[in-house]
T-cell receptor, first 118, second 113 residues
Framework: GAVVSQHPSRVICKSGTSVKIECRSL??????MFWYRQFPKQSLMLMAT?????????EQGVEKDKFLINHASLTLSTLTVTSAHPEDSSFYIC??????????????FGPGTRLTVL | KQEVTQIPAALSVPEGENLVLNCSFT??????LQWFRQDPGKGLTSLLL?????REQTSGRLNASLDKSSGRSTLYIAASQPGDSATYLC????????????FGTGTRLQVTL
C-alpha cells in the first residue's frame, strides 16, 4: 500500500515552454501533497504544500507564478513549471501524506521527475 | 530555523563491515525523525521512522536511534552489503507544521566487494 507515482519520469524541453508533472497517490486518498526539488548531490528542498481544493502554500523564495500547483482531487496534484529556463533543470519529487490516523502522518514519496531545460 | 546535518558526506566501506551514519538537528522540538534511502536518479524509500517519544527503531539489519535532547540520530547498518550502496537521508518533522519535513544533507554510502 501507500504507492505514489509521478509522470513523466523524465522530460526534456526547450527554454520558454511549460512542463506539467503529475503526482498520484494510487491506493489512498491524500489530502496533502508536497513538492520538493533536488539539485545534483544536494538534499531535498520543500517547494510547496498542496492541499486538496485549496491554494498551495509556497516556501519562502519559491515563485508561485512560475511553479503552478493544482490539487484538484484527493489522488492527484500537478506541478507546472511555466516558461522553463535552464536553471529550472532539476529533479522534482512529490510526496503524499498518509490518511489521518495512519502511519503518524508519514509521507510517501514518488519516484521523481528529471527535468532538463535546453 | 531547523537545520539538519549529516556526517560523513560520503563513506566507502568493504562488504561485511558494520557502519554508523550520523544526523544532527538544531531544533529539538521535533515530532519525529525519518531515515530514507535514495538510489541514484530515483525517489526515496523510507527505512525507519522514530517518534519523538522513542529511543530507537529496528528493521532487519538497520537500527536507528534518537536522542532528541542532544539533537542527534544515528543509523546503524550491520553486515553491510553492496546492495546497501545508496544515499541515506534523514529528515525531521516539526510540530505544528502540517507534516513538513526538513531533510539533511545526505550521506553517500558505497559498499565495496
Amino acid at each position: 500500500g501507500a504507492v505514489v507515482s509521478q509522470h513523466p519520469s523524465r522530460v526534456i524541453c526547450k527554454s520558454g515552454t511549460s512542463v506539467k508533472i503529475e503526482c498520484r497517490s494510487l491506493d489512498f486518498q491524500a489530502t496533502t501533497m508536497f513538492w520538493y526539488r533536488q539539485f545534483p548531490k544536494q538534499s531535498l528542498m520543500l517547494m510547496a504544500t498542496s492541499n486538496e481544493g485549496s491554494k498551495a502554500t509556497y516556501e519562502q523564495g519559491v515563485e508561485k507564478d512560475k511553479f503552478l500547483i493544482n490539487h484538484a482531487s484527493l489522488t492527484l496534484s500537478t506541478l507546472t513549471v511555466t516558461s522553463a529556463h535552464p536553471e529550472d533543470s532539476s529533479f522534482y519529487i512529490c510526496s503524499a501524506r498518509a490518511p489521518r490516523g495512519g502511519s503518524y502522518n508519514e509521507q510517501f514519496f514518488g519516484p521523481g521527475t528529471r527535468l532538463t531545460v535546453l | 530555523k531547523q537545520e539538519v546535518t549529516q556526517i560523513p558526506a560520503a563513506l566507502s566501506v568493504p562488504e561485511g563491515e558494520n557502519l554508523v551514519l550520523n544526523c544532527s538537528f538544531t531544533d529539538s522540538a521535533i515530532y519525529n525523525l525519518q531515515w530514507f534511502r535514495q538510489d541514484p536518479g530515483k525517489g526515496l524509500t523510507s527505512l525507519l521512522l522514530i517518534q519523538s517519544s522513542q529511543r530507537e527503531q529496528t528493521s532487519g539489519r538497520l537500527n536507528a536511534s534518537l536522542d532528541k535532547s542532544s539533537g542527534r540520530s544515528t543509523l546503524y547498518i550491520a553486515a553491510s552489503q553492496p546492495g546497501d550502496s545508496a544515499t541515506y537521508l534523514c529528515a525531521v518533522r516539526r510540530f505544528g507544521t502540517a507534516s513538513k519535513l526538513t531533510f539533511g544533507t545526505g550521506t553517500r554510502l558505497q559498499v565495496t566487494l
